[in-house]
């Protein structure tokens, strides 16, 4: 055998499965992910006691020995996955739930790149399908367009790096935005990353239902256009925010951006999907107005983490923001009617998201889910109307979606002292493992807060949810 002959890896390659190999695993891992999803009802809600010893004894050298998949398999399903948040469990109503549907799973084997229009047409036509269907459940016009992202927080970044190309000029430090103390942290995170200070962004005042004031909004404006050297430029309006559901009003909020000629982006990342049922689309009447518009679908269309999308209404703009030529990518073709996604935000190289929504909503067409929402929407009110029975319990945030925040709430019982007996009561609610609440913090007072959003949540689940906080406040309380 000559040198050009020999196999440069011995002829020993671990990474080409056969096919009794890809299906020996297959059958190995559907077994165990079937078990663990079906039987997630009767897991808790949250484990993580003993946690974090665990997570010590999961650190490990960098892997010189093969270990068999039925052993990891093992590893993952009892010594790790259960030592977390059940967050796919029915009775996690904390944070802001999400769910993760099955099919989305099984989507993701393809591993197709459609990041330029080029390398896979036809699989580009399925996530620009999926992009103008979301247009479409936000209620914006045919020349709108998107782009689906890793989650929220990336689509409120590409948001602010839009609007700050598209008005501001290439020397943009004036610029100014403006969102409410209720916006999610990531609005302030998106400016510093687009490249602004700080103190560029300005925290507007909310009124008792947890809205932007706009006559503080309309007031901060007017001072920063009659400074020197400040440019107003941004407005991100609210809907539904994390804290509380709360949901601007987007119709006075886009006045004033109209009248100001200021970029209006809406962080819909939590409530933006209820705009596909009536009482939703009510609530959050003027969204369609807002010049982008930040949306999760592994929130509000319960699919797994890693998928958010930016709407804009001027479906040109993204590109105008993003595009940078390479000699190595052939250019885009703009009379192909595709979109070169990798064009229109900051990455090249990315998952094929579009299938992941695209398959559920083939498979079940778009009512299920509409279904869902208006139940979600239901149960919150639900779920106030219950509360509001109970003695010592305040609601401090009626529900506008699917959240709602509560205390306790004693005659006698005042500031710190009142925040310590709220965390116990979410404690003694949490260790009952049925359902897993989170708290935050309203008006400068501790809060507990629902928040029901997962395909798997129903009115059982919600029902347990206030035996347990009946129970718990009966325990620290009576
Ligand atoms: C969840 C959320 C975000 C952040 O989205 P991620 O997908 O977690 O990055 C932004 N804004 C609001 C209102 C949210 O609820």
Not at 108 to 121: I, L
């Amino acid at each position: 055998m000559t040198d050009d002959d020999r196999p440069m890896t011995d002829g020993n390659r671990p990474l080409e499965l056969s096919r009794e190999e890809m299906a020996a695993m297959m059958e190995a891992a559907t077994e165990r992910v079937i078990d663990h999803v079906e039987t997630l009802p009767d897991q808790p809600a949250a484990d993580l006691d003993g946690a974090e010893e665990r997570a010590e004894q999961l650190r490990e050298p960098l892997p010189t020995e093969p270990t068999n998949f039925d052993d990891l398999l093992d590893l993952l399903f009892d010594g790790a996955i259960p030592k977390s948040l059940n967050n796919p469990h029915p009775g996690f109503m904390a944070y802001i739930p999400g769910g993760g549907l099955f099919h989305s799973a099984v989507a993701d084997a393809t591993n197709r790149y459609v990041g330029t229009w080029f390398a896979a047409p036809a699989l580009t036509r399925i996530e620009a399908n999926v992009v103008e269907w979301f247009c479409e459940m936000v209620g914006y016009p045919d020349d709108a367009f998107g782009l689906l992202t890793t989650g929220g927080s990336m689509a409120n970044l590409i948001a602010t790096t839009t609007a700050r190309r598209e008005r501001l000029p290439q020397n943009f430090l004036d610029g100014i935005i403006y969102t409410s103390d209720q916006s999610h942290h990531s609005v302030a995170k998106a400016a510093v990353l687009a490249g602004f200070p700080p103190e560029n962004v300005r925290s507007i005042s909310t009124d008792d239902e947890f809205r932007i004031r706009v006559d503080e909004l309309e007031r901060a404006i007017e001072e920063d256009s009659e400074a020197d050297g400040r440019e107003p430029f941004m407005v991100v309006a609210t809907a539904g925010s994390t804290n509380t559901g709360a949901v601007d009003d987007l119709d006075a909020v886009a006045d004033s951006c109209q009248r100001e000629d200021l970029w209006l982006h809406a962080d819909a990342a939590y409530g933006g999907f209820f705009a596909m049922t009536d009482e939703g689309s009510d609530r959050l009447a003027g969204l369609d107005r807002a010049d982008s518009i930040t949306v999760d679908p592994h929130k509000g269309l319960f699919l797994p983490y890693g998928t958010g999308a930016l709407l804009v209404r001027d479906g040109q703009a993204l590109a105008r923001a993003h595009a940078v030529e390479a000699d190595y990518i052939p250019d885009w073709d703009p009379d192909s009617g595709l979109p070169d996604f990798s064009q229109l935000g900051p990455e090249l190289s990315r998952d094929f998201r579009g299938l992941r929504v695209w398959l559920p909503l083939k498979m079940h067409g778009v009512e299920p889910f509409r279904t869902e929402l208006r139940e979600k929407l239901e149960l919150a009110e639900w779920a106030n109307e219950r509360l509001r029975e109970l003695d010592h319990v305040r609601v401090v945030a009626e529900p506008q979606l699917s959240t709602l925040a509560f205390r306790a709430d004693l005659p006698d019982v005042a500031g710190e002292e009142l925040d310590e007996l709220n965390q116990e009561l979410l404690a003694a609610i949490n260790r009952r493992n049925r359902v897993h609440l989170s708290g935050t913090t309203l008006n400068d007072r501790f809060a507990l807060r629902i928040s029901i959003l997962s395909f798997r949540t129903h009115r059982e689940h919600v029902e347990q949810c206030l035996e347990d906080v009946a129970a718990a406040k009966e325990e620290l309380l009576d």
